[in-house]
């Protein structure tokens, strides 16, 4: 099982960026995928949600509003495109791909977004 995150790096506040997660090894359409962040100091947070079918969202926290998270899962992808960026969303961003009954979760190793001028 892999999941590997790109597309992270520097931006200007106001900027955009779209974070990619390859998967691989497991039954993709079947999981529930989730971006996760975690900043310096701050523990792991939840920032966006997509079921596996891709119809349904959720985004949690500061992010509501400026990012969207979509799947491909012709391709076992998904995306957090993030427009607006604040210097407050400087986290090391992680892939999650979660399944309930029975439970598993795999997760990515994670793209480090900073955001600064």
């Known amino acids: 099982v892999q999941l590997v995150e790109s597309g992270g790096g520097l931006v200007q506040p106001g900027g955009s960026l779209r974070l990619s997660c390859a998967a691989s090894?497991?039954?993709?359409?079947?999981?529930?995928m989730n971006w996760y962040r975690q900043a310096p100091g701050k523990e792991r947070e939840l920032a966006a949600a997509?079921?596996?079918?891709?119809?349904?969202?959720n985004y949690a926290g500061s992010g509501k509003g400026r990012f969207t998270i979509f799947r491909d899962n012709a391709k076992n992808m998904v995306y957090l495109q993030m427009n607006s960026l604040k210097p407050e969303d400087t986290a090391v961003y992680y892939c999650?791909?979660?399944?309930?009954?029975?439970?598993?979760?795999?997760w990515g190793k994670g793209t480090l977004v900073t955001v600064s001028s």
């Open positions: 999650n791909a979660h399944r309930n009954g029975p439970s598993m979760d795999y």
């Open positions: 090894g497991f039954t993709f359409s079947r999981y529930v």
């Open positions: 997509i079921s596996s079918a891709g119809g349904s969202t």
